[in-house]
């Protein structure tokens, strides 16, 4: 089943532009435009903000494109793969072995979204993420400016870091200060090759932590 949002009518309803919305929600006008023309789709959590912002229900905003009935369910689970340590620190070799799942609910996949996550080890993306921590990312081969991404390096070597995009390649940014950025231009990104291969959705933490 394909599903799209039916914003623009309930956001006209309100009476707010696409800029006013998304200042409301807090992301740039050109993502709530991607919304509205099927070429992405807000994470469970926005999906229920911008509900909440135009007064309606998340499933009197879904519908699906070849009628068939949407139900938005928060009983129903998925089960995410996590695959071995990601470093955040020097790039090594990552763990293709899966070494646990963690659940997640089911509507997270609307739009037909795929996740992976991976567990962390290294400190130079602290404070924010410790050693230990399992990170869900979405799974795609693109970023906005400054996201926390999984990031492979010649091809094997994974690493956990922010990425800035600049007008002649990316910088991979840790947030420890005790570690230096390594920057890619263009054509290092392309004969490396350095992609994303998923950007940070979630953070699962032990509480025993």
């Avoid at 023309?37 to 135009?54: F, H, Q, V, Y």
């Avoid at 009628?67 to 620190?89: D, L, Q």
């Avoid at 924010?128 to 799974?139: A, S, T």
Wanted: net charge negative.
């Amino acid at each position: 089943m394909s599903l799209r949002l039916n914003l623009p009518k309930y956001r006209e309803h309100q009476g707010l532009t696409q800029e006013q919305l998304a200042q409301l929600v807090g992301v740039k006008q050109s993502t709530v435009g991607m919304w509205e023309n099927g070429t992405n789709s807000p994470r469970a959590k926005t999906l229920e903000k911008i509900a909440e912002i135009l007064n309606v229900t998340v499933n009197d905003l879904m519908y699906s494109t070849n009628a068939e009935p949407f139900s938005y369910n928060t009983s129903r689970v998925i089960k995410i793969p996590i695959y071995g340590y990601i470093p955040a620190g020097v790039p090594m070799e990552a763990i293709e072995d899966i070494i646990d799942y963690e659940e997640a609910p089911e509507e997270w996949t609307i739009g037909g979204k795929e996740f992976f996550g991976l567990k962390i080890k290294g400190d130079s993306m602290e404070p924010e993420y410790r050693n230990g921590d399992i990170i869900i990312f979405l799974r795609q081969s693109d970023c906005e400016n400054n996201e926390d991404c999984a990031v492979a390096i010649n091809g094997d070597d994974w690493t956990f870091k922010r990425v800035e995009k600049m007008s002649n390649g990316i910088l991979i940014k840790p947030l420890n200060p005790s570690y230096e950025s390594r920057f890619f231009t263009r054509q290092e990104c392309i004969e490396l090759p350095v992609e994303v291969k998923g950007v940070f959705w979630e953070l699962r933490r032990s509480k025993r932590k």
